[in-house]
């Protein structure tokens, strides 16, 4: 199974990745739409302005963040970051945001 995040080729993970909210939501919408020949979409609406669109397919899981993110491969996490967001990737794949 391929997998892009913002076109950046990523590891598979059984049971997937957790989302991490730098700047936390309230609320958010939620939607998947048959496109038809086994292909669906997936869109994610928040209202801390994040948008997340995931096309899957039988061979492909590719997900647009329009956000820039860090991705813990350790931990199986995906930070979605804000502009000011600091942060380390460490050795082992796991990731640490730097507090100010």
Do not use: C
Not at 13 to 42: S, W
């Amino acid at each position: 199974m391929k997998v892009t995040l913002n076109r950046q080729e990523m590891e598979f993970a059984e049971g997937g990745y957790k989302y991490v909210f730098i700047k936390p939501y309230n609320r958010f919408v939620e939607d998947t739409v048959d496109r038809g020949n086994g292909r669906k979409m997936h869109l994610e609406v928040y209202d801390n302005g994040v948008e997340i669109r995931t096309m899957i397919d039988e061979n492909e899981v590719a997900t647009i963040i329009n956000r820039d993110v860090a991705i813990d491969t350790k931990n199986h996490r995906i930070y979605i970051l804000e502009a000011d967001t600091r942060w380390r990737q460490n050795e082992d794949g796991s990731v640490d945001i730097i507090g100010d």
